[in-house]
């Protein structure tokens, strides 16, 4: 069975400082990973995604996530945070092998960054 | 890309009243799903609109309960039925798009219902 974990409710940072929202999954077969950011009172914006190839993927607004086989994560990152940033951001995850489509969602982490 | 219009984007029910959320998508979509948002919780697929035919419920969720019509391939509604205070969520249409190498999920604004 799939699932995501996100070990932490909420990510503090100043601005200016370098951001990182963990994110680990299990899938049976090979991982299709997803990060969206929910603001409020909005729908889920996609942020980025990765299927294959380059373990970096760089996304919206300077985010980027690291994909790492060996301990199945896919954490969140971003070099300077700014206040903007602060939101509620989700991990998910399909199995390629799927034929479904479905996406399972992690639990959120809400990022504040303070100015 | 596709562009995904729910309405209503909110509302205030009476329990033991339904609600029916439309989702409109700008293009035709194969894959279509409806997610449920639970205060301070993540989101969790309620069913999968099948075009032409009934739709696919995830454990939990019942016909009876989140009856889905899926008329076309851009267009869906939810009717969240018999409602109880419970059923206070945001409610997300969400669709698969085909794009040149894979696939991608995009959703709507979602509906804030709260039923009272």
């Known amino acids: 069975a799939q699932s995501v974990a996100q070990p932490e409710d909420q990510v503090n940072v100043a601005e200016g400082n370098p951001l990182t929202v963990k994110c680990t999954y299990s899938v049976s077969g090979n991982p299709y990973l997803f990060w969206y950011v929910q603001y409020p009172n909005r729908g889920l914006q996609f942020l980025l995604k990765y299927i294959t190839g380059d373990n970096l993927v760089k996304g919206s607004y300077g985010f980027e996530a690291e994909f790492n086989k060996s301990q199945t994560s896919f954490h969140l990152k971003k070099p300077s945070a700014l206040v903007s940033d602060s939101a509620l951001y989700f991990c998910?995850?399909?199995?390629?092998?799927?034929?479904?489509?479905?996406?399972?969602f992690g639990s959120g982490t809400r990022l504040l960054v303070r100015p | 890309s596709a562009v995904i219009s729910q309405k209503p984007s909110r509302d205030i029910c009476q329990r033991g009243t339904s609600l029916t959320i439309q989702c409109q998508v700008d293009?035709?979509?194969?894959?279509m799903f409806w997610y449920r948002q639970q205060p301070g919780q993540s989101l969790t697929l309620i069913a999968t609109?099948?075009?032409?035919?009934?739709?696919?419920?995830e454990s939990g969720f019942v016909i009876d309960k989140f009856p889905i019509s899926r008329p076309n391939l851009t267009f869906s509604t939810l009717t969240v039925s018999n409602m109880s205070p419970e059923d206070s969520s945001i409610y997300l249409c969400s669709v698969e798009v085909r794009l040149e190498l894979n696939t991608e999920a995009f959703f709507g604004q979602g509906t804030r219902l709260t039923v009272v």
């Open positions: 293009s035709q979509v194969t894959m």
């Open positions: 609109a099948n075009q032409g035919s009934e739709a696919t419920y």
């Open positions: 998910a995850v399909r199995d390629l092998m799927d034929s479904s489509y479905k996406l399972i």
